[in-house]
């Protein structure tokens, strides 16, 4: 019998247990992207939306950082390049998509972050997060491994406050 079946019929047989240790290890949707060679991950809820990468006007005397603004339903949307904010290589993986614009709010501000890959909605699990040991970022609140890849999770509110401190 095959481990999968095994766990399947330990699953049929204590259902109450099954759902006892699912309650345990609550997860948390998060949407999942890719920017250089790093995998972050920022909480569902506060991704106002994610847009195909267009039009991005340059802003004189911006940060290096801040690729520029872009107009997004009528709004004005800071863009920034968070590779340059995390030291992470320029390089990774080849895009399989266009590359994206991961819009992140917190209150009424706002910011699109560069991706190259834009996953979709993941649970993951932030428990098992730890503190990243090599990244000296502010806004990662912890590591996290998923399919063997570590992905920074990402702080909105403390993101804005590295953005709008460094951009003024």
């Known amino acids: 019998m095959s481990e999968g079946n095994a766990e399947l019929r330990r699953?049929?047989?204590?259902?109450e247990a099954a759902a006892a240790e699912a309650a345990?290890?609550?997860?948390?949707?998060m949407v999942l992207f890719r920017i250089g060679s790093?995998?972050?991950?920022?909480?569902a809820g506060d991704v106002r939306e994610i847009?195909?990468?267009?039009?991005?006007?340059?802003?004189p005397g911006a940060p290096p950082y801040v690729v520029g603004v872009a107009l997004l339903r009528g709004r004005l949307v800071p863009v920034v390049q968070?590779?340059?904010l995390l030291d992470a290589e320029a390089r990774g993986e080849p895009p399989s998509t266009l590359p994206r614009m991961i819009v992140v709010s917190c209150g009424e501000d706002e910011v699109a972050l560069v991706a190259e890959q834009a996953h979709g909605v993941v649970e993951l699990v932030l428990e098992a997060g730890v503190a990243p040991a090599g990244m000296q970022a502010p806004f990662v609140a912890a590591e996290l491994e998923w399919r063997g890849r570590m992905?920074?999770?990402l702080d909105p509110a403390r993101l804005?406050?590295?953005?709008?401190?460094?951009?003024?």
């Not at 345990?24 to 949707?29: E, H, K, L, M």
């Not at 790093?38 to 909480?43: H, I, P, T, Y």
Request: aromatic content about 2%; overall charge positive; hydrophobic content about 55%.
């Open 11 to 15: 699953l049929a047989e204590r259902p």
């Open 160 to 168: 804005m406050e590295v953005v709008m401190a460094e951009a003024s």
């Open 151 to 153: 992905v920074a999770v």
């Open 82 to 84: 968070l590779e340059t």
């Open 38 to 43: 790093r995998w972050c991950a920022v909480r």
């Open 51 to 59: 847009a195909l990468k267009g039009q991005v006007s340059r802003v």
């Open 24 to 29: 345990q290890v609550p997860g948390v949707a």
